[in-house]
Every structure is written in structure tokens, then in C-alpha cells.
């Protein structure tokens, strides 16, 4: 996208001369200030690729320079993220076998390649379980299976779930492979042509409405030198009950199908039809920016803990009666003022720190981790280099709590650090209530566990406000509200700043404990040179 200066640029620089002069504990001032002008009308929403990109951009950088922190990615303080957005034409229709099916009634269905349409053409079709390849479960739905070129339905999430049998994968907590991302993704791997994810609420997490709104409009994604030429030519949902018409017009049983799938062993199945559909496609290039700041560590500079938050949010809709703009404000302008503001503190602190923090303002998080995606595939240091990430994806804005929230339980050493230091404040560790939806996959720092790092997930959407999620999340009124209290925010970026002090002033290196799913690709990238 062209670069320029927008109108109204210029308040960055004048917002950023506060810093200098507070102290190295919590500022109220510095926060407030940050989450007020992030949130504005102003800034438009913070879309990926729009005039409000431009301004944020401007505003992180000014911050970074003006606290006397170093550009983070090869001496730049901004990553450029080639991504691109695409919008499927909702005309198409898809036929498996004899059965015709709707789009948004029955079917969803979109593309990641760059192409002006892509087509299903007599590709047979597969009922393949879960579609989970997990060696530390032994479990393997693809065992002896060519799936090259064909259509691949599967179910959501892992059989864990579906039997609540605790001694298989974990239980009623979602794994990494019941991510719908991880679906797609290995069938990617092994060259399918297309995948049909078979939804249901309970499993999925969100009734068929989310899935529809989703999939419907302009999705965005990274672009690789092939255009994203081995991307699935269609990844999509279908529905529970529209799922069981087919299976029933084939003379099978879906619910006995079903069951089967969640045992050890399952076999997958040739349906013995073909898919055919044919999608066009609306596709607008560009680039997105993540920012990148470093403090260096005295002693073992090459050593680094990882701050993160996402910037964007959705922008402005049209089509929306009244308000237009989607602020974010607590999704995610919070967080990255809290990155900021944790920066501050860390560079006014009167004992430098042994290890190096770099803090990353990621891009397009809410279209599927993009920014964080580009960021662990061509990382500013090796991945082998961090030694944890803390990732803030939004605040408690309602006040102090007696607890820390944990999101994944189990999987890492980090889990112990976050124990003890919520002890310090004399608060409790209280665990995810929805595990089976999988929140600890859906956020920026698990584009880094894919890759190793271990990571700790900070987030409040609506714990400690459950009016939110109802009534204002991922809604133009997510706005800097007058009733928000800071002692919260002061509370965790306490806890926040003593974990990245502890390890970066250490000489630990937190591991992922044993049946995580990250354990081994941590352990083999440790172990390069």
C-alpha cells in the first residue's frame, strides 16, 4: 500500500513526550493516555491495509523512539507483511454425489490461492474422522491413506471431547489438533483438493451463524512466491444436519460413524461420490506492518523474552446502522498499551536486564494470527533464541481480582512461573471455564508455540465482565467506557513485568512439559546450532 503521512499523524509524537518523565512503576496516566488515543474515532478501527494502519503505525514507532528502544527487526521497527484479502462469491453451489447443498444454508466455503476462481471436479470423497495425525496420542486417521485430490469430511474438534474420556488426547480440553486451523492444514500437507469440516456448536465453540458470517465475507491471508498455489482449493464448514442427509442418502449411519471416529484405530471411508464446486473469487493485494521494538540485555543479549499484543481490530463497516467504526478497545487497545506501558517500566528501571526483550505489536490477528505467522516464519532472531513469550490480547478493565486466569493446562513450565508469581500478590490461579473451546490456539502466541516457543496467554474477554461478550465484543461499542477501573491493569502488569524480570535476570529456559503437543519441535530446535 502507498505510504503517507495521514492528517492528525503528528499525535503520536505529541503523546509521546509523557514517558520521559514518570517513574518506572505503573502510570495510570501513560495507560489511560495510550488506550484513549488507540481506541478513537481517529484511528479508524485499526483495520489491516487501511488510513487507521497507517496512523497506529505511526503511533507505535513514535512510542518505541521515544522511550529510547531500538528498532526489533533487522534494524527496522516495522515488519512488512505481504498479505492479501479475498472474498468468495456467494452463487456458488456445491454437489456431493446426488445431494445439492446451499451456500450459508448448508455449506460454507472459501480459498486462501490467489486465483480469480477454483474448482472441486469430480473429486472423490472421504469421510476421514477426526483428520488428526498426532504421534504423542498415537493417533492417525491418515495412516495408509492417499488423500492427493480429493474431498476430505472430517469432525470438529478431537475425540477427547467427543467421548470426555480424560485418558484420551485431554479430555474435555481442546488440543491443539481439534483447531479447525490444524484441519486444514494437514490436509494441505498431504494434498488434498478440499476440506469440509462437519460443524456443531458444542464442539465447534460458536453456533453455524459464526461460521456463516465468517466465511462470507473478505478474509485475509499471507501470500507466498506461488501466490499460496497449494492452498486448498476449497476449505469450509458444513452443516451437522446437512451432513447427515448425505450420509443418509448413501444408505449410512452418521451418528454410528461418528461414535466409531472417536475410538483408537478408526479406519476412514470411501464414500464412493465425487465433489464438484466451482468458486469465484474477489482478491485485493497489499501489505501489512508489524512492530518490532528491542531492549538489549546486558549480559546475555542473545537470549530474548518476547512481549506481544495485537493492534488491529476490524475498521469501519459498511452496511452498519449508527456507529460504524469498530474501536477495540478493550480487543486489543488495551493490551497494547500494556505492552507499551510495560515497556516504559522496563526501560526506566534502575537495573538493567541480563536478556534481551523484544516487544512485538502484531498485525491481523483477528483473520488468523497472520502478523504472528509472519513473524515466527521469518523471526527477527532464531526461535531457538526466545525463551518465553508473554502475549497480551486484552485487560481487566472492571478492577482487582483474588485470581490470575490460566488459559491451557498441563503443557508447559511456564504454567509453574505464572503459580508463583500470582502467589506473590496473594491471588490464585483459576483455569480456563470453557477449555473445549480452545482459546489457548487462538491467539498470537501460539503462531510461536507452533514453532516452539513456549508462550503465556493474558486475556480477560469478558470473565470479569460478562456483559461483554455478550453485548459489546468484536461490536463498534467496544469503547473506552467511564467506568473502567485501572487497579486490574496495574495488578497484572505487576505480575506481567515481575515474570519478564525473573526470566530475564534467570539463566532458565521454561520447557513444554511431557504429551504437549509443542514438546518435541521445541527440543529439536534447541537442539540446532
Known sequence: MKRTILPGCLCALAFSVF????????SQTNYQTHVTELASDAFEGRAPMSAGEEKTVQYLVAQLKAMGIQPGYFGDYVQKVPMAGIAASQDMQLTLGEQVFKPGLDFVSRTQQLAAKTQLLDSPVLFVGYG?????????????????????????????YATQDEALFRGNAMTYYGRWTYKYEEAIRRGAAGVFIIHETGAAGYPWSVV????????????????????????????????????????????????AAAKPGFKALDLGIKANLLSKHWRQMGESRNVVGLIPGQKQADEYIVLSAHWDGFGKKVGVKGDSIFNAAVDNATGVAGVLELARMLTQSETPLSRS?????????????????????????????????????????????DYVLQYGNGLQELEDWLAKAAGQQQRRIKLDANPQNGLFFRSDHFALAKHGVPGLLFMDLGDSDPDYIANRYHKPNDEVLPTWKYDGVEQDLNLIYNLVEKLANGSAWPAWKDGAEFKSVREADRANP
Open 132 to 160: 488428526i495425525d498426532a504421534p504423542e496420542f498415537d493417533w492417525h486417521d491418515y495412516r495408509d491413506l492417499d488423500v492427493r485430490g480429493k474431498t476430505l469430511l472430517m469432525l470438529v474438534n478431537d475425540p477427547g
Open 19 to 26: 514517558a520521559a518523565d514518570t517513574p518506572a512503576g505503573f
Open 212 to 259: 456463516e458470517s465468517g466465511a462470507t465475507g473478505t478474509k485475509f491471508t499471507l501470500v507466498d512466491k506461488d501466490n499460496n498455489a497449494s492452498e486448498l482449493d476449497a476449505m469450509g464448514w458444513i452443516q451437522t444436519e446437512a451432513t447427515r442427509r448425505l450420509f443418509s442418502s448413501l444408505g449410512l449411519d452418521f451418528d454410528a460413524l461418528k461414535a
Open 357 to 401: 526483550v523484544l516487544l512485538a505489536f502484531f498485525t491481523a490477528e483477528e483473520t488468523g494470527l497472520l502478523g504472528a505467522r509472519a513473524f515466527a516464519e521469518k523471526p527477527p532472531v532464531a526461535t531457538r533464541q526466545m525463551v518465553a513469550l508473554l502475549n497480551i490480547d486484552s485487560m481487566n478493565m472492571t478492577g482487582k481480582t
